[in-house]
């Protein structure tokens, strides 16, 4: 189910010689100017151990960069606030910086773990994050590769994390269906929460940090107050529930799912605005442009799909009436 205003505007078939598994977006100024002009980029990448940066432009996607420094799958990408540098991190337990307008690799990061899944960023972008196998998150600083700070879930392998961006939390999400969220400044556990029934695939927070959203493959997508833990609403999808991640503004949530499918939802009651079944195989990512106008999703069919959707309009609160 589609509305007229949601449509796939671009289907880019191939796009890796294996299975994509993971994808970002970013808008960077490519000039010294700030004011000059910016250009879109999508990362993907996958089975192929390679990372491939793509231009976005006139509704076209060329290829910029195919990056080479991974032995084994490439699992996780982040790119850093300013757009300038990627993060990405691999079956073998390596986590590697790249400069995204060069192409070339800034440094490895020797994580010392047999075991590295999801990688984020800082808020500030001199530092990222991952989960590890003994439950563990590590924070480690971008310049150097040192360890800044571990925090402990105390709980299975970790297979999802992010971080707010207002810098006052992290969440993690474990391969036993359990979500945490710290204080980072603290580096204290705050809550834990039994989320899911089996493994946590993703865990996003909302642009104003408030909100945290989680996916799992028990196929649900649930909807929790930072603060509270308390869980707000859930959406409930037919196969696993890969991956769930906010707008830009907040308003909609858009999900991965295993069957294939890509699905946008109004946050506010998770009415779901399109369902899109472009793809052949599992879902594995989504991720909105900075506008929030347009979605792009990556599955194991290798295929880079993009789609219009248009920012809903704001429903005006209705005046009182007064009964004189």
């Given amino acids: 189910m589609t509305t007229s205003n949601h449509s796939i505007r671009l289907r880019k078939e191939n796009a890796h010689d294996d299975p994509i598994y993971c994808a970002t977006w970013t808008?960077?100024?490519?000039?010294?100017?700030?004011?000059?002009?910016?250009?879109?980029?999508?990362?993907?990448?996958?089975?192929?151990?390679?990372?491939?940066?793509?231009k976005f432009e006139s509704n076209k996607l060329e290829l910029f960069h195919s990056l080479s420094g991974h032995s084994m799958a490439v699992v996780s990408l982040a790119v850093s606030p300013d757009g300038h540098t990627i993060a990405s991190t691999s079956l073998e337990?390596?986590?590697?910086?790249?400069?995204?307008?060069?192409?070339?690799?800034?440094?490895?990061?020797?994580?010392?773990a047999p075991d590295i899944?999801?990688?984020?960023?800082?808020?500030?972008?001199?530092?990222?994050?991952?989960?590890?196998?003994?439950?563990?998150?590590?924070?480690?600083?971008?310049?150097?590769?040192?360890?800044?700070?571990?925090?402990?879930?105390?709980?299975?392998?970790?297979?999802?994390?992010?971080?707010?961006?207002?810098?006052?939390?992290?969440?993690?999400?474990?391969?036993?269906?359990?979500?945490?969220?710290?204080d980072v400044a603290q580096g204290k556990l705050l809550h834990t929460i039994e989320s899911h029934s089996k493994i946590v695939r993703s865990v996003n927070f909302s642009p104003n940090s408030q909100l945290l959203v989680t996916a799992s493959d028990d196929g649900m997508v649930h909807?929790?107050?930072?603060?509270?833990?308390?869980?707000?609403?859930?959406?409930?999808?037919?196969?696993?529930?890969?991956?769930?991640?906010?707008?830009?503004?907040?308003?909609?949530?858009a999900t991965a799912c295993a069957d294939g499918s890509v699905r946008i939802a109004m946050k506010e009651d998770f009415k779901v605005l399109a369902t899109f079944k472009e793809h052949c195989d599992t879902a594995w990512s989504v991720q909105f442009n900075a506008q929030g106008t347009q979605l792009v999703s990556i599955a194991k069919d290798k295929c880079i799909n993009i789609y219009e959707c248009p920012i809903p309009p704001k429903i005006q609160a209705k005046k009182p009436i007064i009964i004189k």
Avoid at 30 to 40: L, R
Avoid at 93 to 112: A, F, P, R, Y
Avoid at 233 to 251: M, T
């Fill in 27 to 54: 808008k960077i100024n490519v000039t010294e100017d700030t004011k000059g002009p910016s250009m879109n980029f999508i990362l993907t990448g996958g089975l192929d151990c390679l990372i491939k940066v793509w």
């Fill in 93 to 112: 337990s390596t986590l590697i910086i790249w400069d995204l307008l060069s192409g070339n690799k800034v440094h490895e990061i020797k994580t010392n």
């Fill in 117 to 182: 899944w999801k990688v984020t960023f800082s808020p500030n972008g001199s530092q990222v994050a991952s989960g590890s196998h003994t439950g563990k998150v590590v924070i480690y600083r971008i310049k150097n590769g040192y360890v800044d700070k571990i925090l402990d879930t105390r709980g299975k392998f970790l297979t999802s994390v992010a971080w707010s961006s207002d810098d006052k939390y992290i969440a993690s999400g474990a391969s036993d269906g359990a979500v945490c969220t710290f």
């Fill in 223 to 253: 909807l929790y107050n930072v603060a509270t833990a308390g869980l707000l609403r859930s959406l409930e999808h037919k196969s696993w529930a890969v991956c769930a991640v906010f707008s830009p503004d907040g308003s909609r949530i």
